[in-house]
């Protein structure tokens, strides 16, 4: 294998930012596409834009997009960065799976790049979800690491069938070995210790991908954004002209207080931002914009 | 120093346990009190107890008392616990300052019995509060700590002084070192890193005192629970009556929202609580009622 250099951390990275391009049209589509029901009075939701730096802009940084108080989206979030910098043994430990950083023995420079999405809608019926694809780099090594994940407030098992079968299509097209092993990653990874219960219906995770062949890897990386931005709108347009109820709207906020718990206590992603000093606004947009703890 | 035995263990928590009684009589009394005004056509709120459970009863548990929808209190909770067993060694590390357990090599069992409470309001200019005293028991050592720090979601001058002021009388009365030393403490301890401001205004945070006079030690924690019992209904009954606007309410909300983050972060009682087995409600009762990330 070709060391992994420059061009191939510009083609991700731009591959991030074309991804954060086409989900953003997508969701304004939605909002645009809501024309009765609740809150189909206000105006239809669009992203606003924001840069956010890391280490004060040293360390690189990003784009925040986020669309607050929608018709259907009440609140979604889609961060890209890309940062750099050296790292710190803290942040070390949170960025992987694995106990060792790979590649990073004795030079502690590192570089990473990708997009995360965390989706809160306003109808409890129309489900949460959590997308994330990164490619990291070290002096030594490349990786790729990323999942989706489904989290209605309500569930409803067509919706979280089609999420899966997204998820295993995007899998299935690249090794046959991919879904079951990311599936059980994702039901593992989003498991509300404390709680003793699953923080959603699941989907796939993946982690320290890097099979020797970076193309191949990169595409698989690609198909589950692919397959995210074909679903997740789907599921939201079969869901979003449901009526709801003030006790639907309850189990909602309360199903939001667990997510909260989850990634301020257990999120990796959530703990190597603010442990490497990204914009603190960035990195708790994943918060839900109400929850209660009743 | 005779040995720290049964009789010192049985009278902290009976003491634990008195506080409890006669705080959560001064807060039902706070909610009879409240006469008009928003939410006073409320039934007056009342405790409501629960028993709770570490590992299934094997290693002790508590009490819960909790009070919701109250007129004045939109939750409160007092918890009052002891429990014991041996300590595995991620919750021995969040269960002290120190970075050894004094007393615990060689021989895992641990005692501790405490009460804690946090109270978010329903008017955002009276301010939330947090408080919590125990006492820890190993086969080589047992010590205090605790202490209580005030939330203000509206800062208002008048009561972060007379807040510190009794916290300052309980530290005084046993040693002028006391409250310089904890109300330093208490700013270290309640700040969140993360987003580079203190949770509230501060107040006292003391841990592992053992000063080699048990007596002296459980005095001065008992009138640290006498301050705050003291104290805190003054200030709840000065702004009760006080009006509020949508904006305030707003305020409370967001700042909520960190005092959430804080406490499933960095709180030491939390992860101790959530890594020994205890029931999760109880452990997460401080938890507020309503939060938003906007």
């Known amino acids: ?15 991030f930012e074309e991804l954060r391009d086409r989900i953003c049209a997508a969701f304004e589509a939605i909002e645009d596409a809501r024309t009765e029901g609740p809150f189909s009075d206000l105006p239809a939701g ?49 960025l992987t799976a694995r106990k060792e950083i790979p590649g990073l023995s004795g030079d502690p420079r590192f570089w990473a ?28 090594a490349a990786w790729f690491g990323g999942g989706a994940d489904l989290n209605p407030m309500i569930e409803i098992p067509e919706d979280t069938a089609d999420f899966h079968a997204a998820m295993r299509g995007a899998c299935d097209a690249h090794d046959a070995a991919y879904y079951p092993r990311y599936k059980a990653w994702a039901d593992e990874y989003f498991f509300i210790r404390h709680r003793g219960v699953a923080r959603g ?10 099979t020797g062949d970076w193309e191949a890897d990169f595409a698989f990386t690609q198909d589950v954004g692919r397959a995210f931005l074909k679903v997740f709108p789907e599921l939201t347009r079969r869901r979003m002209g449901e009526a709801w109820t003030d006790a639907e709207r309850e189990i909602q906020l309360v199903k939001r207080g667990f997510y909260a718990e989850f990634n301020l206590i257990y999120d990796r992603g959530t703990k190597f931002g603010l442990e ?3 914009n603190v606004e960035a990195v708790l947009m994943s918060l839900p914009p109400e929850a209660k703890w009743p």
Do not use: C
């Open 201 to 210: 219906v699941g989907g796939i995770f993946y982690d320290d991908l890097a």
């Open 113 to 140: 790049s990708g997009i995360s999405l965390v989706a809160h809608m306003r109808s409890p019926r129309a489900p949460a979800v959590h997308m994330n694809t990164r490619m990291f780099w070290t002096p030594g």
């Open 276 to 278: 490497t000093g990204h």
């Open 1 to 15: 294998m070709a060391a992994i250099g420059e061009a191939e951390k510009a083609r991700a990275a731009f591959w």
């Open 46 to 94: 669009r992203f606003e834009r924001k840069a956010t730096t890391r280490d004060g802009g040293k360390g690189g940084g990003g784009v925040m997009s986020v669309m607050r108080g929608g018709r259907v989206f009440e609140k979604v979030g889609v961060n890209i960065s890309t940062v750099y910098g050296e790292l710190a043994e803290p942040a070390q430990r949170s």
